[in-house]
């Protein structure tokens, strides 16, 4: 479980989070959703530790990250998988290498027992026969999925993903959503999602953070999410016709 | 104020580069691929280089005596100095600063824009660590590059001088032999050693901290083109002074 209280983080005179408190927790898909500019990325960088913060406590299962030594931060992180938006795939190494890369890392494992784990997880994200490839041969969908084997080839306890649908077609969005839901149901793992797609928020929020101008306007879950009457969610959400429609048709057969 | 944070943050980066050292495994891996990308890679072009311009000196010598009294051995004396003293160090590294330094800066600064080094920091890596120290230690083996300028630098003199008709090979390899002073190499290796230094450091400075997209990648790797030649140049008067002078 992660635990946020009251976390500020300001750019020179921009004040990005404005005090946000809410948790994670484990073995759910956690999003978190908001306009572009309410300070997701932000956020998710702040709870990685990529940023510091100015006020407020980021917890750990209990353990305040900003008071751990640098050794200890060191093994957090290496507990914790990430894919980026962009997947940040290493360009000079094979598919099968960049998902290698944090056993190679962090464990003392031999070769071939890094290469069965590598062949299992890509496998698991249903690319048996790309171990070869190099990134920029990849489609967008495909090196999304490389992301994830390798954020989750080292058994991690936490998974992040900044806008894993970004860039991609609904069918293969879709795709990516029902694999980070069932590896976050395999392994029991804390997932924190930073979306902004609507689909991922009906199909797998589990928990949802709202954010607004750098505070957490509404939480809950997409089946709350229906019911909510709180305008600045409503207004975002159910922008589209299309889901004000099916948001009528869920109070309708609710009520 | 800006040049100032900059310096402080500089020498920041070297001492963190020096913390949490890489696994050796993957250490060594890194360190033999920029042998090859940053030393083998560059022997092409500095040995072409040096020479061409090897041969210029030894012709620029050749038709700027014109005093009877001058040994004609002078040509080879001057053409082994210049390249040894000047060229091969210190012009050599400029045009790696180009070469070397612009790819340095570019391939790190592409992986920033593209959040590859946000990944290694997720991962508990030191990136700095990961990234620059293997180019440092694959640039210490760049004195054996200038070694090869230095010589093929003289022999392009010899060669110019020889085959163009501006001396006999005789006065030549007397004047290459002349007053020697094995410092001079010292001290030429001295400035190599400091400048494979800056040439590792300042193109990673500029490329692990820029900002911005594809545009600034390439805004980067100017400016890191331009304060590494600048360094350059005022360590070689500073080293000139202090071991020459």
Known sequence: ?????????????????????????????????????????VFLKCLLGLFDYEEGSIAYEGKIFS?????????????????????????????????????????????????????????????????????????????????????????????????????????????????????TDEYNITTVINSHDMNSVMEIGEKIVFLKNGLKEWEGSKDTIFKTDNEAVTNFVYSSELFKKVRKMYLEENS | MTYLHNIGKYFLMIAEMFRKPTKWSVMKQLILKDIDDLVIGSLGIVAFIAFFVGGVVAIQTSLNINNPLIPKYLVGFATRQSIVLEFAPTFISIIMAGKVGSFITSSIGTMRVTEQIDALEVMGINSLNYLVFPKFISLMLYPFVISIAMFLGVLGGMAACVYGGYGTLEDYVIGIQTDFIPFHITYAFIKTIVFAFILATIPSFYGYYMKGGALEVGKASTTSFVWTSVVIILLNFLLTSLLLG
Not at chain 1, 10 to 21: Q, R, V
Not at chain 1, 72 to 101: P, Y
Not at chain 1, 102 to 128: A, G, I
């Open chain 1, 1 to 41: 479980m992660i635990e946020v209280k009251n976390l500020h983080k300001s750019f020179g005179e921009a004040h990005i989070l404005k005090g946000i408190t809410t948790s994670f927790e484990k073995g759910k898909t956690n999003l978190i959703i908001g306009q572009s500019g309410s300070g997701k990325t």
């Open chain 1, 67 to 183: 008071k751990l030594s640098p050794d200890e931060k060191r093994n957090l992180r290496a507990e914790i998988g990430m894919v980026f938006q962009g997947s940040a795939l290493f360009d000079s190494m094979t598919i099968a290498e960049n998902v290698m890369f944090p056993l190679r890392m962090f464990t003392k494992q031999s070769k071939s027992e890094m290469q069965d784990r590598v062949d299992f997880v890509l496998k698991r994200v249903n690319l048996d026969d790309a171990h070869n490839k190099m990134p920029s041969e990849a489609s967008g969908g495909m090196q999304k999925r490389v992301a994830i084997a390798r954020a989750i080839v080292n058994n991690p306890k936490y998974l992040f993903c900044d806008e894993p649908n970004s860039g991609l077609d609904p069918k293969t969005a879709i795709v990516i959503d029902n694999l980070i839901q069932e590896i």
